[in-house]
Structures are given as C-alpha cells and as structure tokens.
C-alpha cells in the first residue's frame, strides 16, 4: 500500500431543470454538467490502523470558506472511503489530505468533488483494484454529483443528478466565475424552491434540443443562449445581490450569465481568453464578488496525479 494524489475538478451545470418534489425527498433534474478547470487535490496515505482522518488545507481561505469544511466523519470525502472500506473488506485506515481550490457552498460541488477524487486515491492507495465502473455505483450512493466527477468532460444528469451519460460535444469554453463572499446552502435553495412553487404545477425537466445542438456545433454563442438555471429564483430569492453580479456579467459582453448549480457563484461565458478577462475586470469591483476565477473547460474527471 503506497500514498496516492488525486486531481478532481469542479463541475458547472449548463443548465438545471428541476422537477417536483419526490415521495423520497429529491427532486428530478435534468442537467449538463460540464467539469473546468478549478481543481481539488487529495493524497491518501494508508495507515497501519483502522482510522480514518481528513485535513483540510488550501492557499485561498477567504475565497473557499474552508474553515466551515468539516474534519470529521461528516466530510464527504471520509464518507467516501468508508464505504470503499466497507465494500472491498480493507482492514486498513487513510490519512486524506484535501487541498481545496473549488468554492466551499459555492454551486460548484466541491465535497462532491473531494468525495470522488477519495473514491480513486483510496481504491489505488489500499491496492483495492475496483474498475471505474464499479466506483461509479459507490459513488452514486455518496451524492448526485459523485459520479459525474469521476467522469468529467461533459455529460448529461438525470434522476437526482446521479445517473450519468456522454454528450457528444465539441470544443472548449472561456468561463468566468464570480465567488460570493458567503456559500449557499443547496438544502436551503431547494426549500425555497418548494416554497416558491407551491400549488403550482412543476413540469418534469428537460434538457434543451437548443443547448445539445449548440454543444455539437462547439457554438458559444449558442451556447451562452441556451444557459438556463430552475434554481435561479429561488437562489436570488435568498441572496438577491446575486442579481447584481449577473448584471454587471451581461453588461461586460457576456455570451451568457447563470448562477452554477444552486448557487451562490456566479458563472459567465466568454467569447475567448481577451474576452474572459475583460469580463473578470468588469466583476471585480463588484461588491458582491469575493474573487473573480477565469477557466475553460471541459475537462477529465478525477485522475491520480
């Protein structure tokens, strides 16, 4: 048994269709995911023992929140190699160091990111031998995104985000990406959600004919047209400073302005590198942004360094 290091990105979602409520709690999504290029890094070093510890460290505190990234058992990440653990019949513990660069809270599923990239550093580090596709069916039992980051690239989610499959696409895409200056539940955009819709009828999500042509092309104008997000209302409901922040995007030139996921962070799409960097000038003197993060994407999912 040997130390292994795991890169993981981070996952946007070109767009979020969000269903009713099911009997089980979750609600039905229809979504693109595509992974860029913010990544997380975790090293597992197995142990003699039986524990398993988790570290949390990262070189943008303020931007990450990561203080608030739990280093116990509920880090998605120690759930991730205990299941692992309880799967394969290891005897051995881990010790997982997680260097965070992926917004904590942030829309943008960094514990989701962590829990896959532990998934691959564990099974390598133990010697554990599972296929990718083995891995992929624990890591649907982690989180609705897990399995998508153990892919990357894009892809398109359904059922609860869990279930996964190839888009075809091509071409790459300038992104900009507006931090908040504090994370957003996604518990809490979700409730929202059901307040706001509340007696009204909810349509089963779909993904866009528009968005899918405009990945096959590798059209970002296209592209920035077809961005949609089911959670935007009840995201600016909670925070409407967000609001803001994807005015001044648009005002700036962007091809298209969302917020990632449930939010708080919000993306922009760019024409070109010139581009992407004349809208990240734009966002930074916005109040509401933390930092402002230029990326392209898409790209691999988790994958030992």
Request: hydrophobic residues 45%.
């Amino acid at each position: 048994m040997t130390p292994a290091n795991v890169r993981v990105p981070a996952k946007i979602n070109l767009c979020l269709g969000v269903g009713p409520v099911r009997d089980d709690g979750y609600h039905p999504l229809a979504t693109v995911y595509q992974a860029v290029d913010l990544h997380d890094e975790v090293r597992a070093t197995p142990r003699d023992d039986d524990e398993i510890t988790v570290t949390v460290h990262s070189d943008l505190d303020a931007r990450t929140e990561v203080a608030i990234v739990p280093e116990n058992d509920d880090n998605l990440a120690v759930k991730a190699a205990r299941l692992l653990r309880d799967r394969t019949g290891v005897t051995a513990g881990v010790d997982l160091a997680i260097r965070k660069v992926i917004p904590v809270a942030g829309g943008m599923a960094g514990g989701s990111a962590d829990a896959a990239a532990a998934l691959v550093a564990c099974n390598e580090a133990w010697g554990t031998g599972l296929t990718r596709a083995a891995l992929e069916v624990l890591a649907a039992q982690l989180g609705s995104d897990v399995p998508f980051l153990l892919h990357g690239g894009n892809a398109i989610g359904g059922g609860r985000g869990e279930t996964v499959s190839p888009v075809l696409a091509r071409g790459s895409y300038h992104w900009v990406f507006a931090m908040a200056h504090e994370g957003l539940s996604t518990r809490a955009v979700f409730a929202e959600f059901d307040r706001l819709n509340a007696g009204s009828t909810v349509a089963d999500p779909t993904v866009t004919d528009a968005l899918l042509a405009a990945l096959r092309a590798g059209d970002p104008l296209a592209l920035g047209n077809a961005l949609s997000n089911d959670l935007t209302e009840a995201a600016l409901s909670l925070r409407p400073e967000l609001e803001d922040t994807l005015s001044i995007g648009i005002e700036a030139g962007a091809l298209g302005a969302i917020l990632s996921g449930s939010g708080p962070t919000a993306m922009f799409l760019a024409t070109d590198e010139q581009h992407s960097l004349d809208i990240a000038f734009a966002l930074s003197s916005a109040s509401g942004c933390a930092d402002v993060v230029q990326s392209r994407g898409p790209v691999p999912g988790a994958r030992l360094a």
